[in-house]
């Protein structure tokens, strides 16, 4: 059985991520800071406390993984909005370097990891109003949280997969994804659970590794 480490297993994606992973049969550690908060219950999910931004912690909950997928959000969505100026916390990049040294150090190659579309290369893909935004609020700390992580892992010598999708909803159907490169999707929309069923099978998709993909669904 394959075993998956999971960062931001806490969050909307994050639990839905948990959800598919064990109904595909991997095996998933969450490495969380509340563990009260994961409610789902599995022989095949086993859940510890600590930090992702903590290296000590991330390399004990690496032991025996095969493959890591990170569904961290960067600040909570009041914070992202708030025009309040803050101390950038660099959650994804302190994460993603974790990450890295310990996946070196545990001969662990496949890394998944969510970003957005807007961040890195793809910021003049985002609608207007979405780069208004992240120019006037805190989306910009975000953002640049997001570019860091994409550039270290486009800088590591491992099997990465950046997975950037569209304004996310919680609609449960699972509608068909659509995988862009280039071009601002319309609609400009996709579920959490599509997205987390796409975070699970690019695992075993030697096709997307190396890859941005720009994910979001039909109408």
């Known amino acids: 059985m394959r075993k998956i480490l999971l960062f931001g297993a806490t969050g909307r994606t994050g639990g839905l991520v948990i959800n598919y992973a064990l109904e595909k049969g991997y095996s998933v550690v969450a490495l969380v800071r509340s563990p009260d908060k994961i409610k789902v219950q599995s022989p095949q ?29 960067a600040l909570s969505e009041k914070e992202s909005f708030s025009f309040k100026k803050i101390e950038p916390p660099h959650v994804l990049e ?70 950037r999708p569209v304004a996310l909803t919680n609609g449960t159907e699972l509608k068909k994804l659509v ?23 690019c695992i075993d998709d030697a096709s997307l590794i190396g890859k941005t993909p720009i994910l979001s669904e039909h109408a």
């Not at 979405?130 to 570019?147: C, G, Q």
């Not at 995988?179 to 099978?201: E, G």
């Open 45 to 73: 999910l086993t859940v510890i406390k600590g930090s992702p931004t903590d290296a000590n912690d991330v390399r004990l909950a690496m032991k025996g993984c095969d493959a890591v997928i990170s569904a961290l959000s």
């Open 94 to 163: 302190t994460t993603i370097r974790n990450a890295i040294d310990s996946m070196k150090a545990n001969h662990v190659r496949r890394i998944i990891t969510l970003s957005s579309i807007g961040a890195g290369n793809s910021f003049n893909l985002a609608p207007w109003y979405m780069r208004l935004i992240i120019r006037i609020t805190n989306f910009k700390i975000v953002f640049a949280d997001h570019t860091r992580q994409e550039t270290l892992l486009q800088q590591s010598d491992l099997d990465w997969t950046i997975a």
């Open 179 to 201: 995988v862009s490169y280039h071009k601002t999707p319309s609609p400009f929309h996709i579920s959490r659970s599509l997205l987390a069923k796409f975070l699970v099978d």
